[in-house]
Structure formats: structure tokens, C-alpha cells
């Protein structure tokens, strides 16, 4: 039986706060772009769980900006995303796991 690996998920936060342009709100975007590159340094891939439409804006736009300070450029950051859940106190949620890895890129990069 295969143990599900959970030291690189990132559970993401989506305040309302951010949602109006706030100066903490883009500290924590770039903050956690940071932590998505961090984590794949470590491991092969990072997953990223947003319960609600503030936290899945917050993971795009973080996978995004890291995206664009990835310093390999041989390497290109990809996302797929799922569904999945979470416990909040027993209630079960809707989440979405976004899965981001690192692949490489043939011949340039068209940015």
C-alpha cells in the first residue's frame, strides 16, 4: 500500500483581505511562490489545496509569479488540478489540489 506523501502540500490561505489589492495580499503571493519553488527543490512536485474561490485565486496567482522566477530556464512549471476534499471540524469540503512540476523545456522558451 502506497503512503500519500504530505510534506509538499501547501494549504492556501484566501482571505478576503487580499482580495482588494492589499499589500499583505501580494507579500503572501510572493511568499508563496517562494515555498512552491522551495518545495521543488525537495521533492519531484508540489500540491497546492485551495478550499474556496478566494484560496484557488490566491494558487493561480502564486503559481504564476513562481513561474516567472524560475531561474532554470531549461525548466518550465507546469500545473494540473483535481478535485479533493477537506476537513474543517468534520464537515467535509470541496478542495481543489493543484499539482505543479518542473519540466523540461525543447529548444526556447516562448514567454
Not at 504530505?6 to 499583505?24: M, S, W
Amino acid at each position: 500500500m502506497e503512503s500519500q506523501q504530505t510534506d509538499n502540500v501547501l494549504k492556501i490561505r484566501g482571505d478576503k483581505d487580499f482580495q482588494q489589492g492589499n499589500k499583505d495580499g501580494k507579500t503572501y503571493i510572493r511568499k508563496l511562490a517562494s515555498a512552491i519553488l522551495t518545495v521543488l527543490d525537495k521533492y519531484d512536485e508540489v500540491k497546492l489545496k485551495a478550499v474556496g474561490a478566494p484560496s484557488v485565486n490566491n494558487a493561480v496567482k502564486a503559481f504564476i509569479v513562481a513561474k516567472s522566477m524560475m531561474k532554470d530556464k531549461k525548466y518550465e512549471l507546469v500545473c494540473t488540478a483535481d478535485f479533493d476534499t477537506a476537513d474543517f471540524n468534520g464537515n467535509q469540503k470541496t478542495a481543489i489540489m493543484f499539482k505543479i512540476f518542473a519540466e523540461e523545456v525543447d529548444g526556447p522558451q516562448n514567454t
